[in-house]
């Protein structure tokens, strides 16, 4: 069935296409936990499935769900975002040039170092925000794949992807984005010109917190794309039918959850920026950003959920906010409908880029007053309790 491709982005989501199982005619989507499928006396297949490791019709509802949200032309599920990553690296060429961010998450920089370590990839990085140095670099000395997370984690840095791609276009350069963060909802990577999106949709796509998988999405089919979707089906890192139907179910509210959060995050951000608790307010949609105007070009309908603060009073007192917060539930992970804090430093531990005083919140659909009182209360004694530490 054809993605309806008038109706707007909440519409797709909302119904999850309007997918109608034609025997009973449900309404909500349909599990599909059979692992194999029954052939005919003459030997085909009329179900058109063989065995569900590469050809599950689990996957087929979210995933052409996805390659709409995104206007991709297919979207492939992955066992968690980290599978889905390292699918797209893995099936490049051996010994490929790969083009990291400084900023990007940082499970998958260890995962680029160690692939480069053991020479299977050769591994580079640029500076997030600057743009001329990445065109220069990709004229210079073009990489087979350019890595583009934006905005970054966890100091939400912001990349170009338009003229990032069109660089990349004219050096012969693939180029993925890593989309978590702004979701399908708020930035379209393909349509600026990237070749592939990649998500943890452990994140907003999913949305509560109950599901790990991630997803990749190509503009057009291609070698490197067949060796993808190939890897997936013989190397069998799949994602399971139950997960498949719960991240559908999430995806049904991805408009509304990314809508309240990225709202919450403007106010939240807005408030800090200037109290004296706070040294510094990272998120995109404040004008004081570096990324302001190129975050607002390229998004739409808001600047995301996620934001930073560097705690004045520095570590100590970062990690006593941390432990007062009582709303913001103290966490890993981001993109569900609670709200986290978490001190990203101790998380990457040594050789972390992280400022030690930055606390990365991730907010959710909480009423934003309870979130905001929150943040008071937990933000009043900082640099009391800091004094109380020994000399
Ligand atoms: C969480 C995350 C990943 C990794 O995804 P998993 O589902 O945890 O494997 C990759 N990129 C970003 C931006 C993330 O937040």
Redesign the pocket.
């Known amino acids: 069935m054809n993605a309806p491709r008038t109706l707007s982005p909440d519409t797709l989501a909302a119904q999850a296409l309007g997918w109608i199982a034609p025997q009973h005619r449900d309404l909500a989507p349909t599990i599909h936990p059979a692992s194999t499928f029954e052939r005919a006396a003459d030997g085909s297949y009329p179900g058109g499935r063989l065995y569900s490791r590469d050809q599950s019709p689990a996957y087929d509802q979210a995933e052409t769900l996805l390659a709409a949200l995104e206007g991709g032309h297919q979207a492939l599920l992955f066992p ?6 390292t699918a797209l690296v893995q099936a490049l060429e051996p010994g490929a040039r790969v083009l990291a961010p400084h900023a ?2 940082w ?2 920089r260890n995962w680029l170092q160690e692939l480069a370590t053991r020479r299977q990839i050769a591994l580079d990085f640029y500076d997030n925000a600057d743009g001329e140095a990445l065109a220069a670099v990709l004229r210079t000395m073009p990489p087979r794949l350019l890595w583009i ?1 934006t905005p ?2 966890p100091t939400w840095e912001v990349t170009d992807i338009a003229a990032a791609c069109a660089a990349a276009r004219a050096a012969g350069t693939l180029v993925a984005v ?1 989309s ?2 702004p979701t399908p909802l708020l930035t379209r990577p393909l349509a600026l010109g990237a070749d592939f999106v ?1 998500h ?4 907003y796509l999913n949305g509560h917190s109950d599901v ?3 997803a990749l999405v190509c503009r057009e089919d291609s070698p490197v794309w067949q060796r993808v979707r190939q890897n997936r089906a013989q190397g069998g890192a799949v994602l399971g039918p139950f997960e498949a139907w719960l991240l559908l179910r999430g995806m049904r509210t991805l408009p509304l959850r990314v809508r309240q959060a990225c709202a919450s995050a403007q106010r939240i951000a807005e408030t800090l920026h200037g109290d004296a608790r706070v040294a510094q307010v990272l998120y995109p949609g404040l004008p004081s950003h570096p990324g302001h105007a190129v975050a607002a070009a390229q998004m739409q309908g808001g600047f995301g959920g996620m934001l930073s603060i560097r705690v004045a009073g520095g570590e100590a007192a970062a990690m006593a906010v941390a432990g007062r917060l009582q709303v913001f539930k103290r966490a890993t ?3 569900s409908v609670e709200s986290l804090v978490e001190h990203r430093a101790s998380v990457e531990g040594p050789g972390t880029l992280c400022p030690p005083d930055l606390l990365r919140l991730s907010i959710g659909i909480e009423a934003v007053d309870d979130l905001l009182a929150d943040l008071d209360q937990a933000l009043d004694a900082p640099t009391r309790m800091a004094d109380r530490r020994p000399a």
């Open positions: 968690s975002g980290m599978a889905a990553a990007m998450y499970g998958l997370e970054a984690n890593d978590t963060v990649m943890s949709a452990t994140k790990v998988a991630g992970s981001l993109g």
